[in-house]
């Protein structure tokens, strides 16, 4: 009996070691006839510490509008017909190329295993042509080059204290969007919350976000002025956002922006300063309060949105629509440490936006939208203004509403150095607005040949002096060839007929409202624009 169970034993130990012979044999040396295991296998990815990610635009652009001031060369933003002397021609045509690099670096040590991450980018952006061996932002692209011209966009460092949990400190984006600035498509966020229409631009702060499974929240504080640091002249801005999802379809969310304004318009962008009593509310459309006297304003924005199948994931059917009431108090000084009321605000903006995909793919679907801002009507002599106000009142821009489809009536982000939409604010110049859009688009070869068609109306809701209520229909369409991943040549057109809205000579606050110089000129010629857009996005 012990012979029969030894037996078993010695020849297990046998197999064992033959086995081990064997695999030593298969990861021998080089010499050897048999293949080592680990040939095949595929290497695991480099941990970076370091990435690049650019995006590259270069676009040749012909229209009938320009600025006629001489100075402005470089970027030319704000309202088409308005105080940046933008104006329309029948006889006059632009014909330039333009280009723009927004490089991203992006740091995240080893050492602190993900935990923090450093981002820094810039931008660059130049006229071909326009100017060489000087100083100053978006010029730089004439003969010898050697400009001074690299933008500061953001220097911000994250700090990831927990799973989910994310600190931004420094110079970061403002958007008003319920997701993580920097782990979200732009235009996912340019669709959903506000659509960037009250805040779209970056600012200085700290921003906590919180993202779960099926909520996502944040919590901000920026510095929008500083002035002078021994005074109480700045202007802060903090905010609550919060978005749940109710169902895989719907999410519903709310916010709460507080805006604190003490810098009565100093500071802000160059000679326009910024603010509720500044030049640069004619410069961007938005509503002027024209206070005599100095001025401190509280303004609080408290709005809801939701959003159904916003990515078109689960079906064929996309909803999404805000409504966001503002509402505050300006004072205005009366002498010594006298305040009395300047200005009561409450204004409404909403937004509704449907979508059905008919194709297979994104790119085959017709949206519908629709635009209301209420507006005032008697210019503050009742101490209230009933409008809107959005971030254009202290930035330039701060707010851009570029996801409508729209390139003249409302603005788009194929922009470079000049960014002149004939709304480029929701408050349209304090008289409000009731617009909409309509776009179709087709893949006539999937994810890699598009079209578009579309068509943008709006008008007042409230007739300037001597004009009507009509501002303008636009036609547009483009067609989009994919050269490569996230590379892309393109074609865009549009054509703008002028309404009534611009017969106004109202000159209320210094300049007219269809750009004129002084009463009974006629009505601008309509505005129209073409380019061809090659861009890329690499990483």
């Given at each position: 009996?012990?012979?029969?169970?030894?037996?078993?034993?010695?020849?297990?130990?046998?197999?064992?070691?033959?086995?081990?012979?064997r695999?030593?044999?298969?990861?021998?040396?080089?010499?050897?006839?048999?293949?080592?295991?680990?040939?095949?296998?595929?290497?695991?990815?480099a941990?970076?510490?370091?990435?690049?990610?650019?995006?590259?635009?270069?676009?040749?652009?012909?229209?009938?509008?320009?600025?006629?001031?001489?100075?402005?060369?470089?970027?030319?933003?704000?309202?088409?017909?308005?105080?940046?002397?933008?104006?329309t021609?029948?006889?006059?045509?632009?014909?330039?190329?333009?280009?723009?690099?927004?490089?991203?670096?992006?740091?995240?040590?080893?050492?602190?295993?993900?935990?923090?991450?450093?981002r820094?980018?810039?931008?660059?952006?130049?006229?071909?042509?326009?100017?060489?061996?000087?100083?100053?932002?978006?010029l730089?692209?004439?003969?010898?080059?050697?400009?001074?011209?690299?933008?500061?966009?953001?220097?911000?460092?994250?700090?990831?204290?927990?799973?989910?949990?994310?600190?931004?400190?420094?110079?970061?984006?403002?958007?008003?969007?319920?997701?993580?600035?920097y782990?979200?498509f732009?235009?996912?966020?340019?669709t959903?919350?506000?659509?960037?229409a009250?805040?779209?631009?970056?600012?200085?702060?700290?921003?906590?976000h919180?993202?779960?499974?099926?909520?996502?929240?944040?919590?901000?504080?920026?510095?929008?002025?500083?002035?002078?640091?021994?005074?109480s002249?700045?202007?802060?801005?903090?905010?609550?956002?919060?978005e749940?999802?109710?169902?895989?379809?719907w999410?519903?969310?709310?916010?709460?922006y507080?805006?604190?304004?003490?810098?009565?318009?100093?500071?802000?962008?160059s000679?326009?300063?910024?603010?509720?009593?500044?030049?640069?509310?004619?410069y961007?459309?938005?509503?002027?309060?024209?206070?005599?006297?100095?001025?401190?304003?509280?303004?609080?924005?408290?709005?809801?949105?939701?959003?159904?199948?916003?990515?078109?994931?689960?079906?064929?059917?996309?909803?999404?629509?805000?409504?966001?009431?503002?509402?505050?108090?300006?004072?205005?000084?009366?002498?010594?440490?006298?305040?009395?009321?300047?200005?009561?605000?409450?204004?409404?903006?909403?937004?509704?936006?449907?979508?059905?995909?008919?194709?297979?793919?994104?790119?085959?679907?017709?949206?519908?939208?629709?635009?209301?801002?209420?507006?005032?009507?008697?210019?503050?002599?009742?101490?209230?203004?009933?409008?809107?106000?959005?971030?254009?009142?202290w930035?330039?821009?701060?707010?851009?509403f570029?996801?409508?489809?729209?390139?003249?009536?409302?603005?788009?982000?194929?922009?470079?150095n000049?960014?002149?939409?004939?709304?480029?604010?929701?408050?349209?110049?304090?008289?409000g607005?009731?617009?909409?859009?309509?776009?179709?688009?087709?893949?006539?070869?999937p994810?890699?040949?598009?079209?578009?068609?579309?068509?943008?109306?709006?008008?007042?809701n409230?007739?300037?002096?001597?004009?009507?209520?009509?501002?303008?229909?636009?036609?547009?369409?483009?067609?989009?060839?994919?050269?490569?991943?996230?590379?892309?040549l393109?074609?865009?057109?549009?054509?703008?007929?002028?309404?009534?809205?611009?017969?106004?000579?109202?000159?209320?606050?210094?300049?007219?409202?269809?750009?004129?110089?002084?009463?009974?000129?006629?009505?601008?010629?309509?505005?129209?624009?073409a380019?061809?857009?090659?861009?890329?996005?690499?990483?």
């Open positions: 009996m012990k012979k029969n169970l030894y037996a078993p034993v010695f020849m297990l130990i046998f197999l064992i070691s033959c086995l081990s012979i695999s030593q044999e298969l990861n021998s040396s080089t010499t050897s006839n048999y293949v080592s295991f680990s040939d095949n296998q595929v290497p695991r990815k941990n970076k510490e370091f990435q690049f990610i650019a995006y590259f635009i270069n676009q040749a652009v012909s229209s009938n509008f320009y600025p006629e001031n001489i100075f402005m060369k470089g970027q030319v933003i704000g309202r088409l017909l308005g105080d940046n002397t933008t104006h021609s029948d006889s006059l045509t632009n014909y330039y190329f333009e280009q723009r690099i927004i490089p991203f670096f992006i740091y995240q040590p080893k050492l602190f295993n993900g935990k923090a991450t450093l820094a980018s810039f931008e660059i952006d130049w006229t071909w042509g326009d100017q060489s061996y000087g100083t100053g932002g978006n730089g692209g004439a003969i010898s080059s050697d400009q001074v011209n690299l933008q500061t966009q953001n220097i911000v460092v994250e700090y990831r204290p927990a799973p989910g949990w994310f600190i931004n400190l420094g110079m970061q984006r403002l958007f008003d969007t319920p997701y993580d600035t782990r979200t732009f235009d996912k966020m340019s959903t919350g506000y659509r960037l009250y805040w779209g631009t970056d600012a200085v702060g700290i921003r906590i919180r993202a779960k499974d099926f909520s996502r929240w944040t919590l901000a504080y920026y510095q929008l002025y500083e002035n002078d640091i021994q005074e002249d700045d202007v802060t801005l903090q905010y609550f956002s919060y749940g999802d109710l169902t895989p379809l999410k519903l969310g709310g916010s709460l507080y805006l604190r304004d003490r810098g009565n318009g100093e500071g802000g962008i000679i326009y300063g910024q603010g509720l009593n500044s030049r640069l509310t004619q961007n459309g938005t509503f002027k309060f024209n206070f005599a006297d100095d001025y401190k304003a509280d303004v609080l924005w408290l709005g809801a949105f939701f959003s159904r199948n916003d990515d078109f994931m689960m079906d064929r059917f996309r909803l999404t629509g805000f409504a966001n009431y503002n509402f505050g108090l300006a004072n205005v000084h009366q002498g010594d440490s006298l305040w009395t009321k300047g200005a009561d605000i409450g204004g409404l903006g909403a937004n509704l936006r449907a979508g059905y995909r008919y194709g297979q793919t994104t790119d085959d679907v017709v949206s519908l939208g629709a635009l209301f801002a209420s507006g005032d009507d008697n210019k503050l002599e009742d101490k209230k203004y009933s409008g809107v106000i959005t971030g254009n009142t930035g330039a821009p701060a707010g851009i570029i996801s409508s489809g729209s390139y003249i009536l409302f603005p788009h982000g194929n922009v470079v000049r960014f002149t939409p004939l709304i480029a604010d929701l408050s349209n110049m304090g008289y607005l009731l617009g909409g859009t309509v776009n179709a688009s087709r893949a006539f070869i994810y890699q040949f598009k079209g578009k068609a579309g068509a943008a109306w709006a008008m007042s409230v007739e300037p002096a001597g004009g009507g209520k009509n501002i303008g229909l636009e036609l547009n369409a483009s067609l989009s060839y994919q050269l490569g991943v996230y590379m892309s393109e074609m865009h057109g549009a054509y703008c007929w002028l309404g009534d809205f611009y017969d106004s000579n109202d000159n209320s606050y210094s300049y007219f409202v269809n750009g004129n110089t002084e009463p009974g000129l006629p009505k601008p010629v309509n505005p129209w624009t380019f061809l857009v090659f861009k890329w996005l690499m990483f």
